[in-house]
């Protein structure tokens, strides 16, 4: 069962500027129109302050690429999650798989991550992925599920207020993307734990984040438990990502 909540989510990574921005925004406010996938864009913590001024009036939700586990103190460089709200701040990504590789981010931290979220009324997008050497070991099921069961475990009756984006690692910025039919199997495996978990499960959205393009949108997107996409590169580029927003909404 597909969630009531249709996410098309724009992951800018560590991109952007000043001008940069201002020129993506407009193009992608100016082309939006009859578009009817919830649209997020999740910019730089510096770049917050001018997406909020830029997308102020427009039905494009503001989001950050992280928030901090802890709600204030002596944690330089950490920005929690009060601080996001006060720039508009809507939806948060946590544990991503660039922040679990390349910053240690363990299972349990991004279930404390998911829950600070949600303690200051953000939405978090907990994403959850395997490696190929997990794939190809055939630990796929088991990873995803560990993953998504310490934010069960955290979080309790809130669990359906969250967004999960299943992410490949394999497939991100490698040019390779699981095949509608393989992400689905994914998919289903985390629409079942959640429902499992929550008699509230038809309220999550569960994305997927594998080098989702315009070219290979549609094909997802028709699948029966993908909801939308945790876009990289492509959300970068406003014709591919109205495009995509466009296949999503048909």
């Not at 088991?142 to 934010?151: D, E, F, G, P, S």
């Not at 809130?158 to 993307?177: D, L």
């Not at 094909?219 to 466009?246: E, T």
């Amino acid at each position: 069962m597909r969630a009531s909540g249709k996410l098309m989510v724009g992951n800018w990574k560590m991109n952007g500027s000043l001008a940069a921005n201002a020129s993506l925004v407009a193009d992608i406010l100016a082309g939006i129109d009859n578009v009817s996938f919830q649209a997020v864009v999740c910019a730089p913590f510096v770049y917050l302050s001018q997406l909020q001024s830029l997308l102020v009036g427009s039905t494009v939700a503001l989001g950050s690429q992280d928030v901090s586990m802890h709600e204030a103190g002596a944690f330089t460089g950490e920005v929690s999650a009060s601080m996001l709200r006060d720039f508009g701040v809507r939806y948060a990504i946590v544990g991503h798989s660039e922040r679990r590789q390349y910053h240690g981010e363990t299972d349990v931290l991004v279930a404390s991550k998911a829950q600070r979220a949600l303690a200051a009324g953000i939405t978090p997008i907990v994403c959850v992925g395997e490696s190929l050497a997990e794939r190809e070991a055939g630990q796929t099921e088991a990873v995803v599920k560990r993953q998504l069961a310490a934010v069960i475990h955290a979080n309790g009756h809130c669990i359906s207020e969250i967004v999960v984006a299943y992410e490949p690692v394999w497939a991100i910025g490698t040019g390779r993307t699981a095949t509608p039919e393989m992400a689905q199997q994914v998919h289903a495996v985390l629409r079942s734990q959640l429902q499992a978990a929550t008699a509230h499960a038809e309220r999550v959205s569960i994305l997927y984040g594998g080098s989702m393009n315009a070219a290979n949108a549609a094909d997802l997107l028709a699948q029966p438990d993908v909801d939308g996409g945790l876009i990289g590169g492509a959300a970068l580029k406003a014709p591919d990502f109205l495009s995509m927003l466009k296949a999503a909404s048909c």
